[in-house]
């Protein structure tokens, strides 16, 4: 049973280029979360989708960042423009059901690293 | 902000028991306490959660004290591969999960 799969691993764009990382959750699973960690920092979360719905985006900068998840096919988290300091590794997690208030687990990708230069 | 405090960092020897703890005196009935771990560079990975009794899965234990204000994770044969960066997360009655800074703990040889 395959985990949570994020492509691509590493990524360079230099600034101002668009970057485009998706993520395919586990099978069976409906809810995908992308986390933000800057380097030396902790993981900060970023935005919670459902098939087709944004839940909760609250963490996600207010422009050039946007999360999708379609009907069919993975989520994907794009970055227009990049700076530098979007420079950091993403991290894209699943659950089966609606998270962790639930105790359901929520699982997660190895992460996709994103340097601009 | 994290509901919870965890020690820093702490270390252990290989082939010991590592014990893990963390106080979230502010926890709702109904919040679960979940246990992740970061190795360097890797992804986060689930270890265990429980609400009110305490668990054991393949990899750990969970101990919640009987007030559930806190927990210990406990790893009892540590090795190499469980240094790690560990977090302890009270989920805030939400679905998402907030990470704080965690325990660093070092497995000695």
């Known amino acids: 049973n395959a985990g949570v799969m994020q492509n691509p691993r590493h990524l360079v764009r230099r600034r101002g280029q668009e970057a485009r990382l998706r993520c395919s959750p586990m099978?069976?699973?409906?809810?995908v979360y992308w986390y933000r960690q800057l380097p030396e920092e902790g993981l900060k979360f970023m935005v919670y989708?459902?098939?087709?719905?944004?839940?909760?985006e609250s963490g996600m900068p207010k422009e050039r960042f946007s999360a999708e998840f379609p009907k069919e096919g993975p989520s994907i988290l794009r970055i227009q423009q990049v700076v530098r300091g979007d420079s950091a590794a993403y991290f894209c997690?699943?659950?089966?059901?609606?998270?962790?208030?639930?105790?359901?687990?929520?699982?997660f990708g190895e992460g996709s690293w994103l340097t601009v230069v | 902000d994290a509901k919870t405090t965890q020690p820093t960092s702490m270390d252990c020897a290989e082939g010991r028991a590592a014990n893990l703890p963390c106080n979230h005196s502010t926890i709702s009935g109904n919040e679960y306490v979940y246990w992740y771990r970061q190795i360097h560079s890797q992804g986060p990975q689930y270890i265990i959660h429980g609400l009110k009794n305490n668990e054991t899965n393949e990899m750990a234990s969970l101990i919640i004290t009987e007030d559930r204000k806190s927990s210990t994770l406990i790893l009892p044969h540590a090795t190499l591969r469980d240094t790690a960066v560990y977090y302890c997360i009270v989920n805030d009655s939400s679905y998402k999960l907030i990470f704080g800074s965690g325990t660093r703990l070092l497995v000695r040889p």
């Open positions: 997690a699943s659950s089966p059901l609606q998270g962790a208030n639930s105790g359901n687990t929520i699982y």
């Open positions: 989708l459902q098939k087709e719905n944004i839940i909760d």
């Open positions: 099978k069976g699973h409906s809810h």
